[in-house]
C-alpha cells in the first residue's frame, strides 16, 4: 500500500511539472482593430485587444504568448487593471517589441499585474506619443496564451 501511495505521489507530481510547461488559451472577447489620428490627421495609432472575462493576476515570470496578424513590425503590450482609464498609457509593458514574421510575440512579465480586465497590442507609428516606426503597420489580436516562464 506505500509502494501504490508513493507511486501516485510521483506520478502526480511529474504530471504537475508536464501541465505546467505548457501554455494556456486566455479566455475572453477579442475586439478588431481600433483607430486613432493625431493632431496633424491621418491615422497613427492602431490598436487590437482581448477583454478578459474575469479580472485575473499575472505573475512575475509568467509568459504571455501573443499571436498576432498583420504586417506591424513594433508594438507595444498592454495589460490594463480593472477601472483604469483605456485612454491612458497605464500599463504599458516596458519598451516596444519587435514582431517576428510568423506574428508570434512572447512577453516575461517582469513584475506583477494585478486585476488585469484587459490586454491590448498597440501598432501604427506611434501609441500613447510613444514611437514605434514611421512605416509602421497594423497588428491584430488573433490568440493569447499564458504559461510560466522558464
Known sequence: MKNIFTLVIIAAIILLGYV????????????????GTNSVGGTVWYSSYMQLNTPRNFMK???????????????????????ADATTSIGIIGKRIRVPQNGVITVKLESTYRNIQQ??????????????S????????VSIDVSMGK
Open 134 to 141: 514611421l512605416f509602421n503597420d497594423i497588428a491584430d489580436i
Open 20 to 35: 505546467s510547461c505548457y501554455a494556456v488559451p486566455l479566455e475572453g472577447q477579442i475586439d478588431g482593430l481600433k483607430r
Open 61 to 83: 515570470g509568467e509568459q504571455l504568448r501573443i499571436t498576432l496578424r498583420g504586417k506591424a513590425k513594433r508594438v507595444y503590450v498592454r495589460l490594463l487593471p480593472k477601472g
Open 119 to 132: 490586454i491590448s497590442v498597440h501598432s501604427g507609428r506611434e501609441a500613447f506619443a510613444k514611437g514605434l
